[in-house]
């Protein structure tokens, strides 16, 4: 019994991985890549990673069930946090929105930001010239 | 051969076919950002790669290579999300 919803999740999760990357290939912006690759391959790897879990406590392993279960929390922490990073990155450095793009919420912000950058790059170089 | 040794090779067939579409994305990719998240997934890939594998050995320390994969994987992808930001886009 645990053996088959082990190797059921394991299958869901894989599936979601394909989809992701599926996705990853095909879609049209480094933003729209992002989102779906990040949600896709979390979710599925989490689902393995239960499913791995599982299979420890079926034949009776404790040290894999704890591993898997650290594992997948940890994925779950880490993964959108990197993902959301480097499209804040993306978008500071000037990556363009697809065509079709509708809205773009962030535009405002990331002046801001720019200007704060700007701001602190010459207060560096006053700083560097002075003796 | 047994059930359960198929159903490991289904499931690494498929994560190989993920990954050969995330080095697709990383040879092809147009700008540094989409390659930097084709990397990303990668690793996260790998954890998976490593847990099919423990399953199929049975062999618990590749629990340990996903764990430690997994920390590596998240420093790296802020390091070079820090590096994007400061830098504008030119290619």
């Known amino acids: ?131 | 051969m047994s059930g359960l040794t198929v159903f490991n090779q289904v499931a690494f067939s498929v994560l190989l076919v993920s990954s050969l579409l995330c080095l697709f994305r990383i040879a092809r990719g147009p700008s540094a950002p989409d390659r930097a998240i084709a990397i990303d997934i990668l690793g996260t890939l790998i954890v998976g790669f490593s847990c099919i594998l423990a399953v199929w050995t049975g062999l618990e320390y590749y629990m340990n290579i996903a764990i430690a994969w997994a920390l590596i994987s998240f420093v790296g992808t802020l390091a070079l999300a820090k590096y994007l930001e400061g830098r504008t886009y030119d290619a």
């Open chain 1, 1 to 131: 019994m645990l053996e088959t919803i082990s190797q059921w999740l394991i299958g869901i999760g894989l599936a979601f991985d394909l989809f992701g990357c599926v996705g990853l290939a095909r879609l049209p912006d480094v933003y729209n890549r992002a989102q779906a690759a990040t949600k896709c391959v979390t979710l599925g790897t989490c689902a393995i990673l239960l499913g791995v879990a599982l299979h420890g406590l079926g034949v009776g392993s404790a040290a894999m069930f704890v591993k898997a279960i650290l594992c997948a929390g940890f994925i779950l922490l880490t993964s959108p946090v990197g993902a959301h990073a480097i499209c804040r990155g993306a978008y500071l450095s000037g990556v363009p929105l697809w065509e079709g793009s509708v809205e773009d919420a962030f535009s405002r912000r990331a002046e801001d930001i720019r200007s704060k950058q700007a701001k602190e790059r010459t207060v560096h170089r006053e700083e560097a010239e002075t003796p």
